[in-house]
């Protein structure tokens, strides 16, 4: 469980970029929420959940990844278990079934956790099966365990995550070099559906259409990407976000800012603590504060390559590309959303963003990659030394 490893391969640069990271998204959420009663205190909680998540970091970075990995089973059953009971039991909010009340711990949202489980799962069947990972029986059978966890949360509804998941099934399979066939096959088999897509879209009157969306808010978020002028009330978010972002300018109004004109102050952003801390980081920050929240978040996915070249196992590797994957596959959404590059689906920005369960799994991640890079593959120069 707990290894003789070397201080000098703890990556102490990942822990500077997500506490940077954290402590920009904390000062983001006070300006976002210090004017509304209802989100008062929330800057606080986020500080507790970084504080847990920080313990939860170095516990974690401690623990042998491959310890971890000989759990999976336990992992799984208490993910489906999780997100079975969000499915029936669950809390919903704006017309999802995402959190979960448990006793003792609170709400969760169990999708963040999720992504955790699937990263594990994924990179111990890839170890046990990598001589046969092109075996259409062993792809089944990998997809088999992966499509629950998948399923449960499309249903919730939660297509931000649904695809972040996809994604990084994807990569993982990727780097476990999965034939080309497959790959050449997968995108083979979404022209179809891209298709039935193109000829739904075409079938229907706009009036029918928009009945239809009417009664599937991620139908209703979708075309109203496509036809922003006949959903106007679906996308507003999306275009304040953008005033917001393209106001800030070089520099920004600054932290806090009190302007009438700020979207914020406004009340022209829902979720801006969130979903939407990007345009708060765009309208107060400027162009330098949001290249410099991206660049950490690139220098993070970085890192976690830079450790995957080194592990001494492919499923070290597996869980550093998965974990990779996931920071830069999530910021990429969450900012496409927020400059409205593609359709409002909510996810947060990791680090960033409000969240407990976001917050803390993040951290969590964090310290199974560091736990990687400790079990570091030794060069023959290095083991002279």
Known sequence: MFEDYKLKYYNFRIIIYILALSVIGVLLIYSATNSSSYYEGYYKRQIFGIAVGCVAMIVMSLISYKFILKMWPLIYAIDIVLLVMTRFFGEVHGGARRWVALPVVGRLQPSDFSKLAVVMLMAAFIAYFHERINKPHILLLILLLIVPHIGLIFLQPDLSTTILLVAMTAVMLFVAKLSYKYI?????????????????????????????????YQLKRVLSFIWPGQFQGSIYQQQNSVMAIGSGGLLGKGLNTTTFESVKNGNFI????????????????????????????????????????????????????????????????????????????????????????????????????????????????????
């Open 184 to 216: 050449i096959g997968f995108f083979a088999l979404l022209l179809p559906v891209v298709g039935y897509f193109v000829y739904f879209l075409f079938s229907h009157t706009m009036e029918e259409l928009v009945v239809l969306a009417d009664e599937n």
């Open 270 to 385: 829902t979720a801006s603590h969130t979903d939407f801390i990007f345009t708060i980081a765009g309208e107060e920050m400027g162009f330098v504060g949001c290249v410099i929240i991206i660049s950490l978040l690139f220098l993070l996915t970085i890192e976690c390559i830079y450790i995957a070249r080194h592990a001494d196992t492919l499923e070290g590797r597996i869980i550093c590309v998965g974990f990779g994957s996931m920071y830069a596959v999530q910021t990429f959404i969450n900012i496409s959303v927020a400059t409205w590059i593609m359709p409002n689906t909510g996810i947060t920005l990791p680090f960033v963003s409000y969240g407990l369960s976001s917050i803390i799994s993040m951290y969590m991640s964090v310290g199974i990659v560091l736990n990687v890079g400790l079990f570091r593959k030794v060069k023959p120069r290095e083991e002279l030394l």
